[in-house]
């Protein structure tokens, strides 16, 4: 694996390819096991200044209703009022509003908005690469996650468990595993 300070970005502006990229979250489920999850239906773009990557930006829009457990019920529990409230709040959104370089990739502070609440996250993502597809599209790849409280955001329904602890818990991990082809 390649370091930022190994290659030389091409400053442009990039689209993520959605069918070669993965926006997910794993949660803990009765205190016992995780549950996996994705959103199939999302848009992103940033722009790479290779000469100041403090000059970067990025920007995703998530459609709530493409939420994915592998499970239909449980799909449906999450797009309701007690969780995502899809009905009210039909995207998540993330802006960038600081990028760091770091050793191997770089560190995104943006705003986060959930259910109409907007909170700062940073996520460290790793440079994976990059590389010219068979078609001729430049593609670079990153990958990155973050752990948030989901009551940060206004997500606050729980069961309580008979031998104790809750059902579904506030911990959930974001992951990002980004594939963007450079467009200009």
Do not use: C
Request: no cysteine; charged share 25%.
């Amino acid at each position: 694996m390649s370091t930022l300070t190994d290659i030389k970005l091409q400053t442009g502006t990039y689209t993520v390819d959605g069918s070669h990229s993965r926006i997910g979250f794993v949660a803990r489920h009765a205190m016992v096991t995780k549950v996996r999850g994705s959103f199939n239906d999302f848009e992103a773009t940033a722009h790479i200044d290779a000469d100041n990557l403090a000059a970067s930006t990025a920007s995703v829009v998530i459609k709530v209703d493409s939420i994915d457990t592998r499970n239909e019920q449980r799909d449906g529990h999450l797009r309701s009022n007690d969780f995502l409230d899809i009905a009210s709040y039909p995207e998540i959104t993330f802006v960038s509003t600081d990028v760091t370089p770091v050793s191997e990739g770089v560190r995104v502070t943006g705003d986060l908005t959930i259910r109409g609440v907007t909170k700062p996250v940073t996520i460290d993502f790793t440079y994976e690469g990059s590389a010219v597809d068979p078609f001729g599209n430049l593609r670079v790849g990153f990958e990155g996650s973050v752990t948030i409280n989901r009551k940060d955001w206004g997500i606050t329904w729980n069961a309580a468990l008979e031998a104790g602890g809750v059902l579904v818990s506030e911990k959930v991990t974001l992951e990002f595993e980004i594939s963007a082809i450079k467009t200009a």
